[in-house]
């Protein structure tokens, strides 16, 4: 279990040293009013569709031969597995959020709190963690990002109500026509249907470049955004609202640990043997647990800034919480992982 965490440690350590050059730029000036929308956008619009299609459609020969080994029809029945997880564990943690904050006075701060809660980090910090935990196996990285694809609908229908209390704000075709989702779709086609993969296809693999590139930008985006967001506010704001603790307990103890409770009820209702790569296996379940073990979804604050909304409390919030993962990330998936090899 000691390796474990630190490695978890060094992890996340490493991941948020990101923030730094985003904290210096913001407090000498070199980073404008605008900065964090700027970034926010790209994170929403660019980096988050190359992420998804790069988990599905592009693949080193071993990964890919893995891949083939399990095969895709395998893999599907697994993916159905790690969403209906995700699906279930995201209500859950809404569900108990909205009761905690039941009698909040300040709606539209409880709100953002709920957000909070409810929406980790998955993919900007979730991805890169798992990459580097299992040693780049494509398989749990995958399983991640069914989880991500759920967060991601979650995410543009109750995520935006969430701060803007408009239902205007959600409708069938902003969802459909939003480029995640479009890359989803993309990706899921890619995988499912090889045979137009043109990322695998020979004499065609440099184009691998675009999708890994933008992809591997996510980490280091997200994070000097949360640089920027740190350095823009006073440090006694982001530790005199009881609103920030409420909600970091449940985003980063409470969420992970009610998710880790149905994993493991799958886990005994699910057949034995599901067929997946031994290496991987696991992650059907666990995938869902490390994503919710993740700090507050970074999408907050570019959300806050589009919609012109909560901005002070969503940074604060964010920002804060965010600090303290760098404690409970490495605990949680300390925890998980030896509970796990105990089942």
């Not at 997880?85 to 709100?111: E, G």
């Not at 109500?161 to 075709?173: E, F, G, M, Q, W």
């Not at 090889?194 to 020979?202: L, R």
């Not at 009881?242 to 970091?248: D, E, M, N, Q, S």
């Amino acid at each position: 279990m000691g390796a474990i965490f630190l490695k978890a440690v060094i992890i996340t350590l490493a991941l948020l040293a990101f923030a730094v050059p985003g904290y210096i730029l913001k407090k000498v000036r070199m980073v404008g009013d605008g900065g964090k929308q700027t970034l926010g956008n790209i994170l929403l619009y660019v980096c988050q569709p190359a992420m998804i299609i790069a988990a599905f459609s592009v693949f080193s020969d071993d990964d890919y031969a893995a891949i083939k080994a399990v095969g895709r029809v395998t893999l599907l029945q697994n993916f159905g597995i790690t969403a209906l997880i995700s699906l279930l564990a995201l209500a859950l943690v809404f569900a108990a959020t909205k009761l905690v904050f039941i009698r909040a006075k300040n709606r539209p701060a409880a709100d953002v709190y709920t957000f909070i809660a409810v929406f980790s980090n998955c993919g900007f910090l979730g991805v890169p963690f798992v990459q580097m935990f299992t040693d780049g196996n494509a398989i749990a990285v995958m399983y991640l990002m069914v989880f991500n694809l759920v967060f991601v609908v979650l995410l543009w229908t109750l995520g935006v109500y969430l701060i803007t209390h408009d239902r205007s704000d959600i409708s069938a075709k902003k969802v459909l026509l939003n480029p995640t989702i479009i890359a989803t779709a993309l990706a899921l086609l890619l995988f499912f249907v090889p045979e137009i993969n043109i990322f695998m296809m020979n004499g065609c693999k440099e184009l691998q470049i675009i999708p890994q590139a933008l992809s591997t930008m996510t980490a280091p985006v997200a994070m000097i955004l949360v640089g920027i967001a740190f350095a823009e506010l006073p440090i006694k704001s982001f530790f005199t609202d009881p609103g920030v603790y409420i909600a970091g307990g449940l985003r980063l103890i409470v969420a992970p640990v009610l998710t880790f409770a149905l994993a493991v009820a799958f886990y005994y209702i699910m057949p034995n043997d599901l067929g997946g790569a031994a290496a991987a296996t696991d992650y059907i379940f666990l995938a869902p647990v490390m994503a919710m073990a993740m700090s507050p979804a970074s999408v907050i604050v570019a959300m806050a800034e589009h919609y012109d909304k909560q901005k002070e409390t969503a940074a604060k919030a964010f920002v804060t919480d965010t600090l303290f993962s760098v404690i409970t990330i490495p605990l949680m998936i300390a925890a998980v992982t030896a509970l796990w090899a105990l089942l």
